[in-house]
């Protein structure tokens, strides 16, 4: 009895802890809320909280005159597109390593493997210089096209698809199914968990790139991604902050959202879906 | 018999056209967009570049002397070096103390883990643009709260550090994850022998614990190493052209500036190939400290 209420205690001084470091912790998106809620004049005072959470003048601000809504369009096409290829190349590639026999079968895997030994930052000048002689800079493809590749996906493919008894694919032979059907009709629909978790990861890793799209875009500011977007907002001369902070929390609600979602799901399966980017 | 030949024969070509158009996809990507232009960037840093990207000639090492040469770069690789060498082991420090704290379930468990991982879904602009604004001299909150007067970002003193503070930020999410989950797969039965035999909890911590979850803890090294060493978009999107950002400037922020600011695409090449050189030094280094000192199980 006396050691339980020794366990109590301890437990419930632990969770005050660690429930304290985590509001300091997310304290940066608290603050990003409150901000985005403040007038102009508000912002002045350095307080937390806004007068009131009823104040959308800066939402509307950043859409309209921010050309946010524009730039969440781009965005989504971007990652909804790039995120489908990356997938269907990777799902491709995997049944291939996981069925067949080739020649030069382990050459062609470490060679796909080894793209990700080289960090995609150290390719931003070579890469712009290929896309824009593809004449692609300021086009949706042009921003997507680097991220088609995603050696880490491959990966997990081919593990899920190699998990997968061969009677099955003998089975569905037998009923006259071919690669594509046998694929589509049995391969991917039992493998959805991994395609979800792919997805997800894939979505929201282009739904924040920087970089690559600031600088492919650079001359069309109608081609922004959101990403690129909010940080065009302010600058040195004129702050401004309010209206960052308004667009920063319409760029989050997309990656929360899937965020929360995969949490879910990873507490069901696992987080062996969790380390591939 | 000989029917039976040409069937197999033509069966197996069969196999290598469906292969060849299976991985023709990934294979034509990954060598347009990482593999050629990683060997061109090889080949752009040993030549004289125009400024529409264009070979003109081979300049030997002119552009390596060239960029050695210059303040700016010795700044930048000490800028460089110093975030990988704060970031990682800070890093390592609050995710471990954060796993060990949340290790045990209980009832309020799953709140402070969403909250100790919900900045994994914060972007990097997203993140830059929160922080320029809670560390603005001005009308920032983090100087009104703590009744400082730091120029943070605007100040040439203060910003490397500022600059550390967020990227330890957008990394401690999904690490403490990492770490919580390798600390929830250790046996019940070790810990519970721990307590058996009276071993004090710090002890626990020192000699089980840690070492059973070395091998996260070197993933989790040698990922930061990296994306330490390839800091850039904070110093792009907070510092850009303001008067403290020369004390921020690192070797990727520096090569974004030389390739689309000036169209060098000689310095950007070199700047390019010496952070991959360090960054793979660095990580081949972690990998023979590894087998000294992981224990796998």
Known sequence: MKRKTRTLIQDSVASTVAIFLGVILVFPLIYCVCGAFKTPHEFLTPTLLPGSFSYLGNFEEALE???????????????????????????????????????????????????????????????????????????????????????????????????????????AQIDGYGDISYMINVLLPISKPVLTTLFVQSFITLWNAYLWPLIVTASSPHMRTIMVGITKLNSWEDENYQLVLAGVCISLIPSLVLFILMRRNMKKGGIDGALVG | MKTGTTLQHRRRAKTRKKVFLLLLPIMLFGIVFVYYPFIRTIVNSFSLVNAKGIIKGFAGLDNWAYTFGRKDFVLALKHTLTIAAVNVPITIIITISLALLANKKRKMSPLYEFLFTLPM????????????????????????????????????????AAILILTIWMGIGFNFLLMLSALRAIPEQIIEATKVDGISPLRRIFRVQLPLISPTIFFVLCTNLVLAMMTSAPVIIIMGVSSASSATNTLMSMMYQSGFSSSDYGLAAVLSITTFILTLGFTIMSFVFEKRKVHYQ
């Not at chain 1, 493997?113 to 930052?121: C, F, Q, V």
């Open chain 1, 65 to 171: 005159k921010g050309n946010l809504l524009r730039y969440t369009a781009n965005s989504f096409i971007i990652a909804l597109v790039g995120t489908t290829v990356r997938l269907i190349f990777s799902i491709l590639a995997a049944y291939a390593f996981a069925y067949y026999d080739f020649r030069f079968k382990n050459l062609c895997f470490f060679l796909i493997l080894g793209t990700m030994m080289i960090p995609a930052d150290v390719l931003l000048a070579t890469n712009y210089l290929t896309v824009s002689k593809l004449r692609l800079l300021n086009s949706y493809l042009g921003v997507m096209i680097v991220s088609f590749v995603s050696a880490a996906q491959m990966f997990m493919l081919r593990q899920r698809f190699k998990s997968v008894p061969k009677d099955m694919r003998e089975a």
């Open chain 2, 121 to 160: 879904a914060v972007s990097m602009s997203a993140a830059c643009m929160i922080f320029k604004s809670m560390f603005s001299p001005s009308v920032g909150f983090i100087n009104y709260f703590f009744g400082l007067n730091l120029g943070w970002y605007e100040s040439k003193d203060t910003a490397l």
